[in-house]
């Protein structure tokens, strides 16, 4: 099995420690201190399900030493598939208890992904639910995988487990559980964006992840008298450290839950609940802009609502400030792989509307340079790389992406276009990579590309991002067929058989006779997709 492993060079090790962001605090050191300080306070609120920091606490030894009874062992990886329920606090605490390391997959994830986090990281056990909130049954998804991947020893599931091993009756001997972590050691693997074909495994430890959400607690104010509403998939690196359930657990705080993010459902959580702090997507942060005023439900106790994993323009900045006036907006520009920005709550309008914030560390070490590598005049978009102490140094498993993503000092290519204000703020004008960003989800064109070519029909084709008034962007397949002409519903339809996540689905379908070429020949991919991009907006502005 591949070591686990996320370095950085000594001398910087040292600076961050001695800066006092790196403090030795370990997942279950931190879980197990809350519920010795505050065990009959409420630490996660799902419906009528109330666990308090003590039964949280419990749970998590328990799941730990019921994952060591059935013989996982310490350093094994787990891939855990859970929505917004409150088993998955005790199931990535059980594991970081038993010093296993889990890999978050998202709920909308499909065999093909599952089938590559699984394999990437060698993973021994998967950890689903029966169904989604959406209905779909996991353990279907389970049984196909476990007959691919012989590796995967364990399939552990919340609710009717059928043939697999029930969570709920996980336990063993507390005895037999390890002592904590090394602080320096990857705590978990968190997936990429996947900019470029299939997405990467992050390795976060303990010291590092733990300083980005301390730090953004202090940053967005949450205390020990916060509630922090989950209402995108816990998984996502976005609603789990900025400041995230984690930030709010790290604080003594409440973690409520809501199955979905849509005003319905999550309006009347805020309102029972008091929830003073969320985090929402652009499309979702305009949804509840358009149905707050009007809303039944008191809304007062919101105080905070960082908005981020997409760009939130000006004008729709200024329309979800207006929609919640008790509530101050915050810009969050943040990244799986580390580095986050966030406007501060005392930050003046201008720059709470108009920019994507600033880092969180003194230590993050932002370039902004052009595609030589030399740096741009002040205010002139560039290419944003960084470093810190909270960004990672190399993905795991993948030298290729290595060599592609990180300078050999060590920074960080984000892909992400940006210009910095004087004062220090980014403002994000775009990305140089080719992928779609759906309302926060990205998908890499080549990923979707690759799937398409495997259609008898499709001769050739190209994925691009197109401008949605809803989504931010939507994407558009460009196809060049081959034999009989696929209708754009047939080709969605057979897409949705290769098991891949339904944002994947290409949104429009455009047949073509052939791709532009130049007098030179062919050229690059990145130059098609930037012509056809540009032909088919020249196209719809003429409608
Ligand atoms: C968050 O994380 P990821 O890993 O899903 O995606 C990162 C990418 C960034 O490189 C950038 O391209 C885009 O998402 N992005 C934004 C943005 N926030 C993220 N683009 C424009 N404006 C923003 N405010 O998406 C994520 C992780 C932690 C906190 C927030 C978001």
Known sequence: ????????????????????????????????????????????????????????????????????????????????????????????????RARMVPVYALPGHRLTEITHFLRKSEAAAYVCADRGADGFDYRVLARQARESEARLRHVIVVGEAEEFTPFAGLDGDRGALPGDPDPSAVAFLQISGGTTGLSKLIPRTHDDYIYSFRASNEICGVSPDSAFLVALPAAHNFPMSSPGHMGALYAGARVVLSPSPSPDVAFPIIAREGVTITGLVPPLALLWAQSAPASKHDLSSLKVLLVGGAKLTPEAARRVQDSLPACRLQQVFGMAEGLVNYTRLDDP???????????????????????????????????????????????????????????????YRTGDIVCRTPQGYLVVQGRAGDHINRAGEKISAEEIEDHLLAHPNVFDAAVVSVPDEYLGERSCAFIIPRGEKPRAVALKAWMRTRNIAEFKVPDQVVLVESFETTAAGKISRKELRARLRARLLAEEAER
């Open 1 to 96: 099995m591949l070591p686990l492993r996320q370095v950085w060079p000594d001398e910087f090790a040292a600076r961050y420690r001695a800066a006092g962001y790196w403090r030795g605090e370990t997942f279950p050191g931190f879980l197990r201190a809350r519920a010795a300080e505050r065990p009959d306070a409420p630490a996660i609120i799902a419906g009528d399900r109330r666990w308090t920091y003590a039964g949280l606490w419990a749970r998590a030894e328990a799941a730990a030493a019921g994952f060591l009874a059935i013989g996982l062992r310490p350093g094994d990886r787990v891939v855990v598939q859970l929505g917004n329920i409150p088993e998955f606090f005790a199931v990535v605490f059980g594991l970081f």
């Open 349 to 411: 309008d201008p720059i709470v509307l108009e920019t994507q914030g600033r880092p969180i560390s003194p230590d993050d070490e932002v370039l902004i340079l052009d595609d030589l590598g030399n740096p741009v005049p002040e205010g002139e978009p560039g290419n944003l790389l960084t470093r810190g102490p909270y960004t990672i140094r190399a993905y795991h498993n993948d030298e290729t992406a290595n060599a592609r993503s990180f300078t050999p000092d060590g920074y």
